[in-house]
C-alpha cells in the first residue's frame, strides 16, 4: 500500500515504505494554509487579555461575508477558529500576546484568503497585553467558471467526457502550460469548470486511444503493483475491443466512435474552438470571478491508423514500459495528455490502435511529472485514467516561483527508469508498421551528503558517527521549469548518506535539499548551490557534495519600512541575491529570493542563505513580482544592497519604492 | 413487470416515506393481485442428460451480433453503447454503430453473457427481466451464428437539486453523495450501498445521472475533504455586537492600537463564558446530520427529480473525553478509534469511517474533540508491535515492522462501548482493556485427481455480518499492521505450510473464508471446521471472554458436485427466461449468507448449471423472476418448497435433472 505523508508543503509518497521519515520541513509557506496544528488544541480556550477583531469581505464588490470560517493561528498558540457574522464581522477575544503568523478566511465559492495580502501571505500581526487589534479586513476572491457543451456530430451530447482547463503561465521566469481543473460532461453534454483562478486558459477534450497486448492481466490495465496482484487483490475488469493483430482497444474512459466502413475512427484531442493542438487554440483570458458560458464542442471523428514496431533495448527496460504518443505541444503535460498510449509487450513489440493522422513523439520513460493550477477543491483530482501505467511512487508540490496555486506532481511507473527514448513520428493516410524505438541511458548522478559539523569534527560515517535526523531529500528539478525534465526525488541512505538519482533527460537541473542548512553544492571544483548543472552532454555526473552545517541557520534580515501607511494593500519586501545570473533558472522553489510581507506594525523579517542581496519593498500587491526576471532587473537599481553570512542577525530600514520594470 | 417485491416501489407518497413500508413483507404468491413472481410448477422430464458442452472441442468461429435499443413506446436504436461479452476466456466488448448494431466474430464454442452499457443509461445484460438482474447466457455451437440478439437498456434517472448555506446562498464545490439505499428491511441496511459522487458547481447545483430506479440517501459534505473536524465557534450577532462593545470598553476606543502597558480590565466576550463547538459534517436530504433521519428520494425507471435541496450548516459538536485502562499498566501505542455506527455505508467523505483516531497519554487519557451527532462505537485496541507513528523534535517517523515473537506472541487488547453523542460533551468515558481470543488454524486438502500445491499463500479471512464490529486481528505479515475500521473483515495470512493465526478476534458473528491464488483453479472451500461445527454453514459466534481457540481447519476439494439440467416450456421449447433455483431442505441455513442457495439462469438453450454445492438434500424450483441481492428468505422460500422437487446431492455427485413447466 501507498502511503502518503503529507509535511509542510512537500508531499512525498512512499511505497511498501518500512521505516519512513522526513525530517525537514521546506522552507517558508507560501500558501494560504494555516499551520499544522493538532486536532484538539482548537479548544484549549485562550486566556490572554488582547482582541483581533475583523471582516471578511468580497474583495471585487466589497459586500460582507458571511459564514466564512475564519482561523486565526498563532505561534505556539494553536488555532482558533469562528465563522463570520451576517455583518461578515469575527471577533477573537482573550488572546494571549504573541505573534499571531496568519488570519486566514475560508468560504465556499471563494478562493481562500488571508489578511493583508491579495495573493496568498497573510501579513503577521503581533499581538501585546490589552491590545485590540481592530478592522483586520480580509478579503476573499470568487473563482471563475468556463462553462460548455459537448455534443457529437450528430449533435447528440456526449455523457461523461472529460473536459480539462490548460493554464498559460510563468513558472520559474519561463512561460509553461499547466494542467487545470477538468470536469466531467453530465447526461445532457454540459460541462462547468469552476473554480477558476483569473488567468489565460485554453479548453480542450481529451481523447487517449489506450491500447493494451492482447493477454493483459486486468491486474496491469488497471494499475496495480505486482505486490498487490500477487497478495489476491481482484482488479476490476476491464471493456476493450479487439482492434489490433495482437492488441486491444480499452473502451469506457474516452468518448470513442463507431468504425466507418471498417475503417476505425477516432474522435482527436479537441481545442477550444476545434483546433487540434495547443499552439492553434484560442486562449480564454479568464478575469476574476469570471463567468464564461458556450465554450461548446462539437466533436467529428476522423479515421485513424494503427503504429506498430518494437522497442529496441534491454529486456529490463522493457517490461511492462508505458508508450506515450504525445501531440506537440503537450510535452510538458503528464498522463491523459497523449493521443494514444501503448503498452510494450515481453518481446519488446508495441502497438499504437486508433491514432488520428499528424506530428507526434514517442515517449518512452517511467516518470512523467506536469505543472498544475490551482483547482482549490472544486473538481477532483485532475488525473485522467490511464489503464496500464502501474504506478509505483509520486509525489508534488506547491510551486513558489510561479502564481499562487501552481504546483507540481510527479508520477513514476514501476520498472528500470534508466533508459528511455523521445522519437518524432509523423502518420497519415496508412498503418506505420516496423516502427523501432531505441532505448537509450538516461543520465545519472550520484554523490554524497556531509554533515559538516562545524563544532565538533566533521561526521563521516567512517568514523562512526551518525547524523541525530535523517538526512533531507536531494531534489533535482528543471532549473527553467520544464516538467519533461522530470522530477526527481532521493533520500540518501541514511548510514553512508550517498544517493544516486537516476533517469535524468538532457537540459538543465537545479539541485537542492529540503532543508535549510545546506552551505554548499559542488562537482567538479565548481559550485552549483544556486546555479544549474547541465546534461546535454548526456555524461553521468558523479561525485556532487552536498554540504550541510546542522549548526547554521539562515541569516535573518529584519527591520521597518517607511511609508507603508500610505499603501491600501500594505508592503512587501523582496530579497534576491546580487548575481543576476540567479535572476532566472532558479526551480521551482528559489532559496535565493523571499519575499515576506511587513507586518501591521510595519516591520519585516526575511530569512535567506547566506550571500549577498538587494532588498526593495513595494506595495503589498506586488509580492509576487519576483516572479518576472524583468522586475529583479528593474528593481536592482533602486534596490538596497546587504552581506549576510549565516546565522547573522541583520536589521536593515527601507521604505516603498515603486518599481516600473 | 415493474418493481419488484422488495423494492421501494415509487409510490405516490414519494419522498419522505417511512423505512417501515408495508408491503416489505409483500411476498410472492401463486395466486391473487400484485403476483410479480410466479412460481411453475415443474415436472420432472427423465431425458437423456446432454453433454456438457465444455466437453465439446472448442472449435469453430461463430459469430453474435445483434442490436441495442433504448426502452420506450417505440425502442430505438441506442449509438456507441459498449456492449461487453463475457465467457470462455475473458471479456470482449465492441461499441454499436449509427444503428444500435453490433458483431462479434471468430466466437468460440460456449455460454456468453452480453452486457450493454452507455453513459447516462443503466447497464443491462440480455434477456434480463431489468437492470440488475442476470442475463441470458447465449449458448454457441461450433460456427453458430447468433445474430437476433436484441438488449433493451433504459435511461437512468436523475436526482438534482441546490445546496444552500443557512444563509440561502448557494455552496459550490459540496462533494454530494448519492447512495442506493437497499431493502428497507433491518438486515438488508447491513450490506454495503451503490454510490455516486457528485460535486456541486459554482451556483450550488448537482446532478447524480445515471441512476437506477429506486431509493437513495442524498447527502452534501464541505468541499475538500468534506468533514471538518477541528471545533470552531459561532456567534450570533447580538452576542457578535456584545464581544465588540465588551473590547472597546477594555481596549478604549482608540480606533487602531490601544496602549499595551497598562493593565486592562478583562476582555470578556460571551462567548467565552458559554463556548459551544461547531463543526461541518455530512447533511443528508433533507437537512439533517443523523443518517437515521435522512429521507431517502425515491425515484422511478428514468425519472428526472429536481428540487432535492439541501441546507448545509454546521453542527453542534461535542468533546469526549475518556480513559484507557489496563491491567497490564501502561501500554505504548494504543489506539482508540470514533467510528460512526450504523448499518448504512456511505462514502466516508460524508461520514469519516472510522472518523478520528488517537493515541491516549501516558496517562490513558484521550479526547477527541468536534464530534458531530449521531451513533458512535469507541474502541480502544492495542496491537503488540503494530505499526506507529512518532513525532519527535525533528519530525515525523513511521515505525514499522514485522512483529517480533515475542510481540506476535502476546494478546491483542481491546475495549469497546457505544456512544450516543447529541452536541452535549461527554466526559468520563472508561474502556477496559481485555484479551480478545487467538485462533489458529491450518489449510487441508481432499484430493481426488489434482495435486495440492506444495507451497501455499494468501489469506483467510473472517467477515463480521453485522457491520458494527471493529476488528482487531490482523495480518501476522507486513507488521500486524493498522488496525481495521468498522465493517471490515478480520484476516490473517497463510504461512507456506498452510498455517495461519488470527492475533485476536473481536466480539462478533463472522463468516469464515479463505482466498488462496495458489489453489484458485479446479478446488472449492469445502469446510470451516472448528470444534466439529462447519463455520461456512454456521458463523462463528465471540461473545468476550473465550479462550483461544486452536485447530480451525478450512479444507479444499477437487470433488466437484453438479446440478445441471434442461428447462422447457410446455410446448418442449428452451425456456431461459426463468431461475432455477437449488436450496437446501435445511430452514436452519435459510440465511442472507447462506452457501447452500443458489440460482441459475438458464442458456438460450434452457440449459442450467449449478456447481460445487455441498453434498446434501435439496429442493429444486423455477421461478420467473429474482431479486440476486435478496432472496435467500424463509419467507419467500417457504413459499417456493410446495412447488420444488427434492434432489439429493451426494459427495462428488453430479445430478441431472430436466425440468419442463406445466401447462
Not at chain 2, 110 to 131: D, E, N
Not at chain 2, 226 to 238: D, H
Request: glycine share 10%; hydrophobic share 40%; net charge neutral.
Amino acid at each position: 500500500m501507498a502511503l502518503s505523508l503529507r509535511y509542510g508543503r512537500v508531499t512525498v509518497i512512499v511505497v511498501a515504505a518500512c521505516i519512513a521519515a522526513l525530517a525537514q520541513a521546506p522552507g517558508a509557506a507560501q500558501q494560504v494554509v494555516p499551520p499544522f496544528v493538532p486536532p484538539g488544541a482548537a479548544t484549549k480556550p485562550p486566556s490572554g487579555t488582547g482582541v483581533i477583531s475583523g471582516v471578511v469581505v468580497d474583495a471585487r464588490t466589497g459586500a460582507p461575508l458571511t459564514d466564512a470560517m475564519v482561523t486565526l493561528t498563532g505561534r505556539g498558540i494553536g488555532a482558533l477558529r469562528q465563522l463570520s457574522d451576517a455583518k461578515g464581522r469575527f471577533i477573537f477575544s482573550q488572546l494571549v500576546a504573541g505573534d499571531y503568523v496568519s488570519l486566514h478566511a475560508a468560504k465556499p465559492g471563494y478562493f481562500d484568503g488571508a489578511y493583508g495580502a491579495r495573493d496568498g501571505k497573510s501579513q503577521p500581526v503581533t499581538l501585546a497585553d490589552g491590545q485590540w487589534l481592530q478592522d483586520l479586513r480580509v478579503e476573499l476572491v470568487r473563482p471563475g467558471v468556463i462553462g460548455g457543451t459537448v455534443v457529437d456530430e450528430r449533435g447528440e451530447p456526449i455523457v461523461g467526457a472529460y473536459v480539462r482547463a490548460l493554464a498559460q503561465l510563468t513558472v520559474a521566469g519561463a512561460p509553461h502550460v499547466a494542467v487545470g481543473p477538468s470536469a466531467k460532461t453530465d447526461d445532457r453534454g454540459m460541462y462547468r469548470l469552476a473554480g477558476l483562478s483569473a488567468g489565460r486558459y485554453v479548453v480542450e477534450v481529451p481523447s487517449v486511444a489506450t491500447a493494451v497486448p492482447t493477454d493483459t492481466p486486468a491486474s496491469v490495465v488497471a494499475g496495480m503493483l505486482p505486490v498487490m496482484a500477487s497478495r489476491g487483490a481482484v482488479a476490476p475488469d476491464y471493456r476493450a475491443v479487439d482492434a489490433g493483430a495482437h492488441a486491444r482497444l480499452i473502451v469506457g474512459n474516452y468518448a470513442i466512435p463507431s468504425p466507418a466502413g471498417g475503417q476505425p475512427q477516432a474522435y482527436p484531442i479537441a481545442f477550444y474552438p476545434n483546433a487540434a493542438g495547443v499552439a492553434e487554440a484560442a486562449p480564454i483570458d479568464l478575469a476574476a470571478g469570471q463567468e464564461r458560458d458556450g465554450i461548446d464542442f462539437q466533436l467529428r471523428p476522423v479515421p485513424t491508423w494503427r503504429i506498430s514496431g518494437r522497442v529496441d533495448g534491454p529486456a529490463s527496460s522493457i517490461a511492462g514500459l508505458l508508450l506515450r504518443l504525445v501531440p506537440p505541444g503537450a510535452e510538458d503535460l503528464g498522463l491523459g495528455s497523449e493521443a494514444a498510449t501503448a503498452l510494450v509487450e515481453k518481446n519488446g513489440t508495441f502497438e499504437f490502435l486508433d491514432v488520428p493522422a499528424g506530428r507526434y513523439t514517442i515517449d518512452a520513460r517511467r516518470s512523467f511529472a506536469e505543472l498544475r493550477y490551482n483547482s482549490q477543491g472544486f473538481s477532483n483530482d485532475p488525473s485522467l485514467p490511464t489503464p496500464g501505467f502501474v504506478r509505483s511512487s509520486g509525489g508534488g508540490g506547491d510551486i513558489a516561483a510561479a502564481p499562487l496555486g501552481t504546483s507540481y506532481t510527479y508520477t513514476s511507473g514501476a520498472g528500470d527508469a534508466t533508459m528511455w527514448a523521445w522519437q518524432p513520428i509523423e502518420v497519415g493516410g496508412a498503418d506505420l508498421t516496423d516502427v523501432v524505438v531505441t532505448l537509450r541511458r538516461a543520465v545519472s548522478m550520484t554523490g554524497r551528503v556531509v554533515i559538516e559539523d562545524t563544532k565538533r569534527a566533521p561526521t563521516t560515517p567512517a568514523a562512526g558517527g551518525l547524523p541525530q535526523a535523517p538526512p533531507p531529500f536531494v531534489m533535482v528539478e528543471p532549473a527553467d521549469g520544464s516538467t519533461s525534465l522530470g522530477i526527481h526525488t532521493k533520500r540518501p541512505d541514511p548510514t553512508t548518506l550517498a544517493f544516486a538519482v537516476d533517469g535524468l533527460m538532457r537540459g538543465r537541473y537545479l539541485i537542492h535539499t529540503l532543508g535549510s542548512n545546506t552551505t554548499s553544492i559542488t562537482w567538479n571544483g565548481h559550485d552549483y548551490t544556486y546555479t544549474p548543472i547541465d546534461t546535454s552532454t548526456g555524461q553521468d555526473i558523479t561525485g556532487v557534495v552536498i554540504t550541510i552545517d546542522p549548526n547554521v541557520s539562515p541569516a535573518k534580515i529584519n527591520g521597518s519600512v517607511a511609508n507603508v501607511a500610505s499603501h491600501p494593500h500594505g508592503a512587501a519586501v523582496i530579497a534576491f541575491p546580487a548575481e543576476p545570473a540567479q535572476w532566472t533558472n532558479y526551480g521551482f522553489q528559489p532559496r535565493r529570493i523571499q519575499a515576506a510581507a511587513v507586518t501591521n506594525s510595519g516591520t519585516y523579517q526575511l530569512s535567506v542563505p547566506a550571500g549577498d542581496y538587494y532588498l526593495i519593498a513595494v506595495d503589498g500587491d506586488r509580492i509576487d513580482a519576483w516572479q518576472d526576471p524583468r522586475f529583479l532587473q528593474a528593481a536592482a537599481s533602486s534596490a538596497t544592497r546587504v552581506s549576510v553570512d549565516w546565522n547573522e542577525t541583520r536589521s536593515q530600514a527601507l521604505q516603498v519604492t515603486e518599481v516600473r520594470p | 413487470m415493474k418493481g419488484t417485491f422488495r423494492s421501494w416501489s415509487p409510490g405516490p407518497s414519494g419522498p419522505g416515506r417511512s423505512r417501515n413500508r408495508s408491503d416489505e413483507k409483500c411476498i410472492p404468491r401463486p395466486e391473487g393481485p400484485g403476483l410479480r413472481t410466479v412460481l411453475l410448477v415443474l415436472m420432472a422430464l427423465f431425458l437423456a442428460a446432454r453433454t456438457p458442452a465444455s466437453a465439446q472441442a472448442r472449435t469453430g468461429a461463430g459469430r453474435i451480433a445483434g442490436h441495442v435499443v433504448a426502452s420506450g413506446p417505440q425502442p430505438t436504436p441506442v449509438r456507441r453503447a459498449i456492449v461487453t461479452m463475457a465467457g470462455g476466456a475473458g471479456s470482449r466488448s465492441a461499441i454499436t454503430d449509427d444503428d444500435g448494431a453490433f458483431v462479434f466474430d471468430g466466437v468460440p464454442v460456449g455460454r456468453f453473457t452480453l452486457t450493454a452499457s452507455k453513459p447516462a443509461f443503466i447497464s443491462t445484460a440480455y434477456g434480463a427481466a431489468r437492470p440488475g438482474r442476470p442475463g441470458t447466457a447465449i449458448s454457441l455451437a461450433a460456427g453458430q451464428t447468433v445474430a437476433d440478439v436484441v438488449i433493451t437498456i433504459v435511461h437512468g434517472a436523475v436526482i438534482t437539486g441546490t445546496v444552500r448555506d443557512r444563509n440561502g446562498e448557494p455552496v459550490p464545490g459540496a462533494r454530494m453523495a448519492v447512495s442506493a439505499v437497499d431493502a428497507p428491511r433491518p438486515d438488508a441496511l447491513a450490506r454495503p450501498v451503490m454510490t455516486s459522487d457528485v460535486v456541486t458547481d459554482d451556483r450550488g447545483v448537482y446532478r447524480a445521472y445515471g441512476l437506477a430506479p429506486g431509493a437513495y440517501l442524498v447527502a452534501a459534505a464541505r468541499p475538500g475533504n468534506g468533514i471538518a473536524t477541528e471545533p470552531m465557534e459561532i456567534l450570533s450577532s447580538a452576542e457578535m455586537d456584545a464581544a465588540f462593545e465588551a473590547a472597546a470598553r477594555s481596549a478604549g476606543r482608540t480606533g487602531v492600537l490601544a496602549g499595551a502597558t497598562s493593565a486592562p480590565a478583562t476582555a470578556r466576550s460571551p462567548s467565552t463564558t458559554e463556548r459551544r463547538d461547531y463543526a461541518y459534517t455530512g447533511i443528508f436530504y433533507p437537512g439533517t446530520p443523523d443518517m437515521a433521519q435522512a429521507t431517502p428520494v425515491t425515484v422511478a425507471a428514468g425519472e428526472e427529480r429536481a428540487g432535492v435541496d439541501i441546507t448545509y450548516m454546521p453542527v453542534r459538536a461535542a468533546t469526549i473525553e475518556g480513559l484507557v485502562t489496563s491491567a497490564a499498566g501502561p501500554l505504548p501505542s494504543i489506539q482508540v478509534r470514533l467510528g460512526v455506527q450504523s448499518g448504512i455505508v456511505v462514502p466516508s467523505f460524508v461520514r469519516a469511517v472510522p472518523l478520528l483516531t488517537k493515541s491516549p497519554g501516558a496517562d490513558g487519557r484521550f479526547t477527541f474533540t468536534g464530534v458531530v451527532p449521531g451513533q458512535y462505537l469507541l474502541t480502544a485496541d492495542f496491537v503488540p508491535g503494530a505499526a506507529r507513528i512518532v513525532r519527535t523534535a525533528t519530525g515525523v517517523t513511521m515505525v514499522q515492522h514485522d512483529p517480533t515473537p515475542e510481540e506476535f506472541a502476546a494478546r491483542l487488547l481491546w475495549a469497546r462501548t457505544s456512544l450516543a453523542v447529541d452536541g452535549e460533551d461527554i466526559s468520563g468515558v472508561t474502556l477496559a482493556l481485555q484479551p480478545a481470543p487467538r485462533i489458529t488454524g491450518r489449510i487441508a486438502f481432499d484430493a481426488v485427481s489434482a495435486t495440492p500445491p506444495a507451497k501455499l499463500d494468501g489469506r483467510v479471512s473472517l467477515t463480521p455480518l453485522t457491520p458494527e464490529q471493529m476488528s482487531v486481528a490482523r495480518s501476522n505479515g507486513g507488521g500486524g499492521g493498522v488496525v481495521s475500521g468498522p465493517a471490515t473483515a478480520t484476516s490473517a495470512t497463510i504461512e507456506e505450510d498452510g498455517t495461519f493465526t488470527f492475533r485476536g478476534v473481536l466480539p462478533g458473528t463472522y463468516v469464515a473464508n479463505a482466498t488462496v491464488p495458489a489453489v484458485a483453479q479446479g478446488w472449492w472451500l469445502r469446510s470451516a471446521m472448528l470444534d466439529g461445527r462447519d463455520l461456512l454453514d454456521a458463523p462463528l459466534a465471540i461473545t468476550g471472554g473465550e479462550n483461544d481457540m486452536n485447530g480451525l481447519v478450512l479444507t479444499f476439494t477437487d470433488r466437484h458436485t453438479e446440478v445441471s439440467g434442461r428447462l422447457q416450456t410446455p410446448a418442449g421449447t428452451p425456456a431461459p427466461n426463468y431461475y432455477v433455483v437449488v436450496f437446501t431442505t435445511d430452514r436452519t441455513m435459510w440465511r442472507s449468507d447462506g452457501r447452500r442457495l443458489a440460482f441459475a439462469r438458464p442458456g438460450s438453450d434452457g440449459t442450467f448449471d449449478i456447481r460445487d454445492l455441498p453434498p446434501g438434500d435439496y429442493y429444486l424450483a423455477a421461478l420467473t423472476d429474482l431479486d440476486p441481492r435478496d432472496w435467500k428468505r424463509a419467507d419467500l422460500l417457504d413459499q417456493v418448497v410446495p412447488a420444488s422437487l427434492h434432489i439429493a446431492i451426494a459427495e462428488g455427485g453430479h445430478v441431472v435433472q430436466n425440468l419442463q413447466i406445466a401447462k
